[in-house]
T-cell receptor
Framework: SAVISQKPSRDICQRGTSLTIQCQVD?????MFWYRQQPGQSLTLIAT?????????ESGFVIDKFPISRPNLTFSTLTVSNMSPEDSSIYLC??????????FGQGTRLTVV | GDSVTQMEGPVTLSEEAFLTINCTYT??????LFWYVQYPGEGLQLLLK?????DKGSNKGFEATYRKETTSFHLEKGSVQVSDSAVYFC???????????????FGRGTQLTVWP
């Protein structure tokens, strides 16, 4: 199994600013994923990040709003840009060889005021 | 499209009570079904899974049976403990049998609190 460390664990941010969330895996993984859970909603996939290529975004999510980096096989970042209160959510990172064989971080609870 | 509908929470039970958390799904093809659990301060972790109709997944006293006729995958435990207090997520993967490339679709999660 893999251990995934995500930080920050929570943050309160001003609208219009950006926050970068870091995800570190203790072993090399092929795929890394970023999810979002808005209050009362389902956990939803934002994008899939593979090393050496552009992230693949799901419908409703765009690179300008959620730029993702994947510089190597153990690390990824997600930036939430130009934040508004609607971006207040829990953001989850996961990593593994496939979607269903992935391990999850503990999440970042973001509040935008 | 594929989706999961999960029982609204929170659920509060006394220790040793019987637990059911309902989960139904909408999918084409032959999805695999999962239950994940998130304990306080920890990441989601896989609790159990079933990959085809009538399969029963089980782990730590929890069980769920893949019911294609009712498109359901309800989570059950006969006697809950305080340590079972967590958030439980139902999920499906649109992978076809034999493929591991399918993405995950999650429900909204159900908070379970067990009192001593």
């Amino acid at each position: 199994s893999a251990v995934i460390s995500q930080k920050p664990s929570r943050d309160i941010c001003q609208r219009g600013t950006s926050l970068t969330i870091q995800c570190q895996v203790d072993s090399q993984v092929t795929m890394m994923f970023w999810y979002r859970q808005q209050p009362g909603q389902s956990l939803t996939l934002i994008a899939t990040a593979n090393q050496g290529s552009e992230a693949t975004y799901e419908s409703g999510f765009v690179i300008d709003k959620f730029p993702i980096s994947r510089p190597n096989l153990t690390f990824s970042t997600l930036t939430v840009s130009n934040m508004s209160p609607e971006d207040s959510s829990i953001y989850l990172c996961s990593g593994g060889q496939t979607y269903t064989e992935a391990f999850f971080g503990q999440g970042t609870r973001l509040t935008v005021v | 499209g594929d989706s999961v509908t999960q029982m609204e929470g929170p659920v509060t039970l006394s220790e040793e009570a019987f637990l059911t958390i309902n989960c139904t799904y909408t999918a084409t093809g032959y999805p695999s079904l999962f239950w994940y659990v998130q304990y306080p301060g920890e990441g989601l972790q896989l609790l159990l899974k079933a990959t085809k109709a009538d399969d029963k997944g089980s782990n730590k006293g929890f069980e769920a049976t893949y019911r294609k006729e009712t498109t359901s995958f309800h989570l059950e435990k006969g006697s809950v403990q305080v340590s079972d207090s967590a958030v439980y997520f139902c999920a499906l993967s649109d992978q076809n049998r034999g493929s591991t490339l399918g993405r995950l679709y999650f429900g909204r999660g159900t908070q379970l609190t067990v009192w001593p």
